[in-house]
């Protein structure tokens, strides 16, 4: 029986169908499970439908939460996830979702219901009005609008398609309004859907660039590989971890690429960054892009210009060459590839000189030496190394629970203290750094795994998301929250410079109760002092699967500007003159 067939078995002759109804069921057909959505005009209805109709429909507090939960459950599961919006403002709020999503390469559907077209397209002011096809078009891969309910099977078919297949992305499809009560026979409508065939298909390199690459990396005397989220997402954790071991090259993990190896893993250069970068000869990159995270592939933190050689795996062939030469673009997907390098190496494979591995250990060991006693210290009010200290023990010990991580210090710091055990277990800030995405890729987590998740927030962090606590609790979710609430962003003790009663613009209220929030919508709150506290407080959570807020007092001096990345702050220039004459040119940076 071909799923026609299978589609239309439940209607007989005469039966009608609706718009609604297609599209609850081309999402069905295509494995889609959940809905992460607001409900509003015009598809309050269709989330009520799709609820009855079995699929899981979480209503949020605001779309761009519940765009960046279909995000980062695309990231998790390989599938897109499906984020439902009502028109204009809705969309808007969560396309800023939909092109985090792209950027990070993850699949993503944003459906968005839409105004009146005939009135919208003459531009005669209808309610929520909008042009959103067009706005959501350069800011994802793909975009479609659907106008007659027989095309809907198509439509979710391309959907699903262009967000899974090749570098996967987020799509937009544009729902009107009037397209979900539209009716045609349920037989042909059945028929009309398509269930889509091997969305993700396997894309094998060809043998003449793994030669190539094999012969750039035997050439090394100090290689070093790069392991990125696209490695994470792809799946395939064994022939990366048969890879890098029979290899013996030292591997550095990006960010959300912690834990693919564990962290303690000998080959690990996790905590020798900086000597691996300036010291190697020859970088393979795996599922990670020569952005803005690695200085681009050039600059101070690299060796002499030119002298580092790269060898590229990637699924998108446009990636190679965007920021410097690679020596071996290697286009394919991380499993293919990765493989076929695994074979070609062959039984005799010599790994990297011992003088170049025993001094990328010998330093990683140092560093983590160094560090250790700092993450030992019980100050109150705490330091990030007291109080992510305390969050390290909890994961070492918790291996499975889902990290949620963002903020400025908050994430910085967490980055390089908390050990990542098992793959795609820390959810971050990606590809833009951005500052929002906590709550929805909490809530997400959950669902998707259903494991116990802690997230650690920076206060600024949170505040952007933070009402979703409601959420949370509306659903009882095993989510465990710690705020770490030093009064502000950076620090809680910067000054208005001009003097006058306003705050600067950097600090919060002081000594605020984050606690309280999710004490006000049944959750528990607790409240931390000092690591001992903040270990118990997380430890209780995790073990009741309570929805828990832990404000966790940090000390409000204690941050850096930028956390890590204070180089991106532009730097200012105050230009002194008396008459028409320049005294003076002061650079100094925008902030102290
Ligand atoms: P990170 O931030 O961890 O360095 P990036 O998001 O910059 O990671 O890079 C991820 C890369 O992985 C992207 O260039 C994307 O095209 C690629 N990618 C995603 N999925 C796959 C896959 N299955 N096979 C190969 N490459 C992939
Ligand atoms: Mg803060």
Request: proline letters at 6%; one cysteine or more.
């Amino acid at each position: 029986m071909d799923t026609a067939d299978a589609a239309s078995g439940d209607h007989s002759a005469g039966d009608i169908t609706d718009g609604f109804h297609l599209l609850i069921d081309a999402l069905k057909l295509n494995d889609v499970e959940t809905i992460y959505g607001v409900p509003g005009i015009p598809i309050t209805d269709l989330g009520r439908m799709m609820q009855e109709e079995g699929l899981r429909v979480l209503s949020f507090r605001h779309e761009q939460n519940a765009g960046n939960a279909a995000a980062i459950a695309g990231y998790l599961t390989k599938k897109p996830g499906v984020c439902l919006t009502v028109s204009a403002p809705g969309f808007l709020n969560g396309l800023t979702a939909l092109a985090h999503a792209t950027t990070n390469c993850w699949p993503m559907i944003l459906i968005s219901g839409s105004s009146e077209r005939e009135v919208v397209d003459l531009m005669q002011g209808d309610y929520e009005e909008m042009d959103q096809l067009a706005i959501a078009k350069p800011l994802c891969k793909a975009a479609f609008r659907v106008l007659h309910a027989q095309d809907i099977g198509i439509a979710v078919a391309r959907a699903v398609r262009a967000a899974v297949s090749g570098r996967p992305g987020g799509v937009y499809l544009d729902i009107p309004g009037a397209l979900l009560g539209q009716v045609m026979d349920a037989v042909e409508g059945a028929q009309s859907l398509v269930k889509v065939i091997d969305p993700a298909p396997a894309q094998h390199p060809a043998p003449e660039a793994v030669k190539r690459a094999l012969d750039v990396i035997k050439s090394a005397k100090r290689p070093l590989i790069i392991l990125g989220k696209g490695a994470a997402y792809a799946q395939a954790d064994d022939v990366v971890r048969e890879f890098v071991e029979k290899s013996g090259i030292p591997y550095l993990p990006m960010s959300m690429a912690k834990g693919l190896l564990p962290d303690g893993h000998d080959q690990s250069a996790g905590a020798a960054r900086s000597l691996a970068l300036k010291e190697s000869d020859v970088v393979i990159m795996v599922g990670a892009r020569l952005n803005w995270l690695l200085s681009h592939g050039k600059g101070k933190q690299w060796g002499p210009a030119h002298s580092t050689r790269f060898v590229q795996i990637d699924i998108e062939p446009r990636e190679m060459d965007s920021n410097v030469e690679i020596a071996a673009p290697l286009v394919g997907d991380i499993e293919s590839c990765l493989s076929a390098l695994t074979k070609a190496m062959g039984k005799n494979w010599k790994t990297p000189p011992a003088e170049w591995t025993d001094a990328v250990r010998e330093k990683r060991d140092a560093n983590v030496a160094k560090m250790a006693p700092s993450l030992q210290n019980n100050a109150s009010p705490m330091n990030y190394a007291g109080a992510l200290g305390a969050i390290k023990r909890i994961i070492d010990k918790n291996p499975e629970t889902m990290f949620v991580n963002e903020g400025a210090n908050t994430l910085d710091f967490a980055r390089s203290m908390v050990d990542m055990h098992r793959p795609r277990k820390r959810l971050d800030v990606g590809t833009w750094g951005v500052m929002g995405v906590g709550m929805g890729t909490a809530i997400a987590a959950a669902v998707e795994s259903d494991l116990p998740v802690l997230a650690v927030e920076g206060d600024s962090a949170f505040g952007f998301s933070g009402m979703e606590v409601e959420t949370i609790c509306r659903y009882n979710l095993p989510i465990c929250i710690v705020v770490f609430n030093n009064n502000g962003i950076y620090r809680g003790t910067d000054v208005n410079r001009a003097g006058g009663e306003d705050p600067a613009p950097t600090v919060f209220v002081e000594g605020a109760r984050y606690d309280k929030m999710m004490e006000a919508f049944g959750g528990v709150g607790a409240y931390a002092t000092n690591p001992d506290e903040l270990h118990q407080a997380v430890s209780d959570a995790l073990k009741s699967g309570k929805p828990t807020l832990v404000n966790a007092v940090i000390d409000p001096a204690a941050g850096k500007e930028s956390g890590n990345i204070g180089s991106l702050n532009p730097t200012s220039v105050v230009v002194k003159r008396m008459g028409g004459k320049v005294l003076e040119i002061i650079k100094q940076k925008a902030s102290r």
